[in-house]
């Protein structure tokens, strides 16, 4: 998978322009614009932090994201809040998300275009089918009901046992019913409760 060519330097809030990449999740049809900023606010070899940006949808949109070398977390900040998506290093990848400098590698740019993909197609889901999205959460949490399990509606921990339990459960059921493969699934669940925490009017709850 190609990524075009760039120098990422360590430097408070240059901007860096990263070309839209080829892919194997081609079905994602996102409508962002080709283009994407990603503002490295500080950085050392083992961690950076920024801001992303791009045009989707005929509106800015801006994400925070935390890199270090084996995973990079986005949260978005506007126009639309509450949705996180991160990605792991495979452990048989020799290729670091960071570089020895604090920016992006090649690597670490191909998986934030992925990101953004899981965020894109997560908010298309939440402003069309929000309620395709509750009745999925609802029935997950019925199942985990019938085998005993104590859950609150909304707050279960994406750490936890059994938010592990859910969160694998809602990642296979999103794949299966939307054809969209998330890289996180805890990402995922976290985003599910947060949407239905920021904007229960849309869930009709």
């Not at 070309?19 to 194997?24: M, P």
């Not at 639309?80 to 670091?96: C, H, I, Q, W």
């Not at 889901?125 to 309620?131: D, I, T, V």
């Not at 339990?165 to 976290?190: D, E, I, M, N, R």
Request: aromatic share 10%; charged share 20%; net charge positive.
């Amino acid at each position: 998978m190609a990524v075009s060519k760039q120098n990422i330097e360590k430097q408070v809030n240059k901007p860096i322009k990263a070309n839209s990449i080829k892919t194997n999740r081609s079905e994602v049809n996102t409508g962002a614009s080709n283009d994407m900023q990603l503002f490295i606010e500080s950085s050392t070899p083992l961690k950076a932090k920024g801001k992303l940006r791009l045009i989707y949808l005929n509106e800015q949109f801006e994400g925070s994201f935390i890199a270090t070398p084996t995973l990079i977390k986005l949260k978005t900040i506007q126009p639309f809040k509450g949705m996180v998506a991160a990605v792991g290093l495979e452990t048989d990848s020799v290729s670091p998300f960071l570089q020895s400098n604090g920016g992006l590698s090649k690597a670490g740019q191909q998986q934030m275009h992925f990101l953004v993909f899981d965020i894109f197609h997560l908010y298309n889901l939440f402003r069309l089918k929000p309620q395709a999205l509750l009745a999925l959460y609802q029935e997950a949490l019925s199942i985990l009901k019938t085998k005993g399990e104590t859950v609150e509606f909304g707050k279960i921990d994406p750490n936890s046992d059994l938010g592990n339990t859910l969160a694998t459960w809602l990642h296979s059921q999103v794949k299966k019913k939307f054809k969209h493969q998330y890289c996180s699934p805890k990402g995922l669940l976290y985003s599910f409760q947060n949407l239905l925490k920021l904007f229960p009017e849309d869930f009709n709850l």
